[in-house]
């Protein structure tokens, strides 16, 4: 048994953009945009969805959106959403890579959130 929930709504900009692209949704949003100093990559957009991890990513890649599932096993959620269809593209530190069907980008690492607010929210699978 193991529990996750989505943690995070990620918008990937390329690394020549992404300071320019955090300033317009920091705009469009009507919220601060906040650097994140332990992964400098990421600005984050603070409370632009309650509830959720909002931040600019700096990549070097395509522009996208992808979404951060929090878990308590890494193994075991990724396991299960293989089992769903999606296929693990790449690992960076303890997260897992994942591209879904359909093309989009999941990211499923370890819990980042508040522990009464995980216990909270996530779903637990068998």
């Known amino acids: 048994m193991h529990r996750s929930r989505v943690y995070a709504v990620i918008i990937d900009a390329p690394d020549a ?19 994140f100093p332990p992964e400098p990559q990421f600005t984050t957009l603070h409370q632009a969805l309650p509830g959720l991890v909002t931040a600019v990513q700096a990549v070097d890649d395509a522009p996208r959106i992808h979404l951060d599932m929090e878990t308590d096993d890494v193994e075991a959620e990724t396991a299960r959403l293989i089992a769903l269809g999606a296929e693990q593209i790449s ?18 690492l370890p819990v980042e959130s508040d522990p009464d607010i995980f216990r909270a929210g996530a ?3 068998p």
């Open 17 to 35: 953009e992404a300071a320019r692209a955090a300033r317009f949704w920091s705009a469009a949003l009507g919220v601060e945009a906040r650097p």
């Open 91 to 108: 690992q960076w530190q303890e997260c897992r890579v994942l591209r879904v069907p359909g093309g989009h980008l999941l990211c499923v």
């Open 123 to 125: 779903t637990v699978w």
